[in-house]
């Protein structure tokens, strides 16, 4: 091995008094690699600074507008209340969008199914099909992961709130008020029993 100086000034300047070895060259070769990365991780933090969608794009996981709007409208379909604003309903695609980033196994679904239900949706789109032609997409999406991740999400979001609640006509938890005392039979919109 040859350990005589270099013909490079700074790097004499870096080394002086110290052999040129395996060491020195490993040493050398992590602070270049630490340097690159550093400048290459400051770059992408400059970069989703400036467009935040970047940050999504390069997880896979985030949502585009349409893919959202999309999403939404699936999550309306499985649970179609005319009182729910929309707004909500983009919030529960907010969430699912979420969860695919903190879930590798949910990633894998999401963007797949959006896929699948534009598939299922050609040739005239999700947007323009009637209530009927959505409900037999569903139900052959039913028991799959993306149903079942836009579902349960849906759900959870959904029913959690409430104000919902009020919407709905839901009167909240029973139990936290002493349960049905009184009116526990009072359903009138059932037909009665002949």
Known sequence: MKTGKINNPIVNECTAGKPQNKENAASAS??????????????????????????????GAGLKP?????????????????????????????????????????????????????????????PKLGRDDRVAILRELDGGAFFNLVRNTAAQVLYRDERVWKLIGYGGNALARGGYLDSFDNIDWLPDED
């Open 66 to 126: 349409l893919d959202r709007e999309l999403l939404a409208s699936v999550a309306r379909s499985i649970f179609p209340h005319d009182r729910v604003p929309r707004s909500l309903y983009i919030r529960i695609a907010e969430q699912v969008a979420a969860q695919a980033r903190n879930s590798p196994a949910e990633a894998e679904v999401l963007q797949p199914g959006l896929v699948r239900v534009r598939e299922l949706a050609a040739p005239r789109g999700w």
């Open 30 to 59: 992590r602070r270049r690699f630490l340097r690159s990365a550093g400048i290459a991780a400051a770059g992408l933090g400059t970069a989703t600074l400036l467009r935040p969608s970047l940050l999504f794009a390069s997880t």
